[in-house]
Nanobody
Framework: VQLQASGGGLVQAGGYLRLSCAASGRTSIFNSMGWFRQAPGKEREFVSFIRSTGDTAYYGDSVKGRFTISRDKAKTTWYLQMNNLKPEDTAVYYC????????????????????WGQGTQVTVSS
């Protein structure tokens, strides 16, 4: 199984980007899908989470109201729409997934995810 994250880039503050994460090498559906980010010198930070049913989404406090997670009908690709970007959003963004159900209390824990993408750089200039 491989996860391929894409869509990062350089954008001015107030701009937007849409990240994608595509899974390959499998035919089954991930139950749990998420996004994390890591800025230089900082720990990996939870950004967002969605279940395969698509009816439940969670967000980190710093991105609530600005970012939206979604997944396609095939449930093998998920997205992160990032609006009103701020310089503090600058980081490498990683997608992550897990076959099983991750409990709500654990979705912010990186160790709960089995699969990780390679990361895509997002840089927001002021």
């Amino acid at each position: 199984v491989q996860l391929q994250a894409s869509g990062g880039g350089l954008v001015q503050a107030g701009g937007y980007l849409r990240l994608s994460c595509a899974a390959s090498g499998r035919t089954s559906i991930f139950n749990s899908m998420g996004w994390f980010r890591q800025a230089p010198g900082k720990e990996r930070e939870f950004v967002s989470f969605i279940r395969s049913t698509g009816d439940t989404a969670y967000y980190g406090d710093s991105v609530k109201g600005r970012f939206t997670i979604s997944r396609d009908k095939a449930k093998t690709t998920w997205y992160l729409q990032m609006n009103n970007l701020k310089p503090e959003d600058t980081a490498v963004y990683y997608c992550a997934a897990h076959n099983g159900r991750i409990s709500t209390s654990s979705i912010k824990r990186a160790g709960a995810y089995e699969y990780w993408g390679q990361g895509t750089q997002v840089t927001v200039s002021s």
